[in-house]
């Protein structure tokens, strides 16, 4: 089963706006949790992560939240841009001790931002 | 930046044909990943490797191979190419002790 889900597959904010992209996973043992972003034709480049032992992390325009209880992590974008429009696909996994990496990704969102 | 080369970028292939992806990375990272990104599914793991030599099956393994002959080197190979396999694939590469991945261009493979 698919063990880490974005169930909304697309997403329309207002320019100015906030967008909030949401993700659920279901291992227990996932301690890692990232956004990454891909624009058409291009690959996808990491955005914003955040490990278990904190429940909330910024970096500019960018908040992850996480809820381990609720198995629950969004990314929040406030002040949204037209060039914030891309796909945005939530990711998890096992913490890197032991060199292990795996990322387990969900289906994606598509987020456009209108002017 | 992490440097992360797949070649071919486009590949149209037949049905029952042999069809090699390689992905080369030039930032001495131990692991190495294949992912196919199709539209409802995000990106699924196929194979992924932790060095040289290695091989591991991913989610999604059945009528696929990898192999990584040096540390710089990942191929996926199709052994008898399927429609179903039109997708694109991505590789991924990553250190050791850090949960970064990065990731190349893509190769876009339309099995006819």
């Known amino acids: 089963g698919q063990q880490v889900k974005q169930s909304s597959p697309s997403l329309t904010v207002q320019e100015g706006g906030i967008s909030i992209l949401n993700c659920d996973y279901e291992?227990?043992?996932?301690?890692?949790f990232a956004w990454y972003k891909k624009y058409p034709d291009n690959s996808p480049t990491l955005l914003i992560s955040?490990?278990?032992?904190?429940d909330k992390r910024e970096d500019g325009r960018l908040t992850v939240f996480l809820n381990k209880s609720g198995k629950h992590f969004s990314l929040h974008i406030t002040a949204s841009q037209p060039e914030d429009t891309a796909v945005y696909l939530c990711?998890?996994?096992?913490?890197?001790?032991?060199?292990?990496?795996?990322?387990?990704f969900g289906q994606g969102t598509v987020l456009s931002v209108i002017p | 930046e992490a440097a992360v080369t797949q070649s071919p970028r486009n590949k149209v292939a037949v049905t029952g044909g042999k069809v090699t992806l390689s992905c080369n990375q030039t930032?001495?990272?131990?692991?190495m990943y294949w992912y196919r990104q199709d539209t409802g599914h995000g990106l699924r793991l196929i194979h992924y490797?932790?060095?040289?030599?290695?091989?591991e099956k991913g989610d999604i393994p059945d009528g696929y191979k990898a192999s990584r002959p040096s540390q710089e080197n990942f191929s996926l190979i199709l052994e008898l190419a399927t429609p179903s396999q039109t997708s694109v694939y991505f590789c991924?590469?990553?250190?050791?002790?850090?949960?970064?991945?990065?990731f190349g261009a893509g190769t876009r493979l339309s099995v006819l």
């Open positions: 991924a590469s990553g250190a050791g002790g850090q949960n970064t991945l990065y």
């Open positions: 291992n227990d043992m996932f301690d890692y």
């Open positions: 955040v490990r278990s032992n904190v």
């Open positions: 990711a998890a996994g096992g913490g890197a001790t032991g060199g292990n990496n795996k990322l387990t």
């Open positions: 930032n001495n990272h131990n692991n």
């Open positions: 490797s932790y060095g040289a030599g290695s091989t």
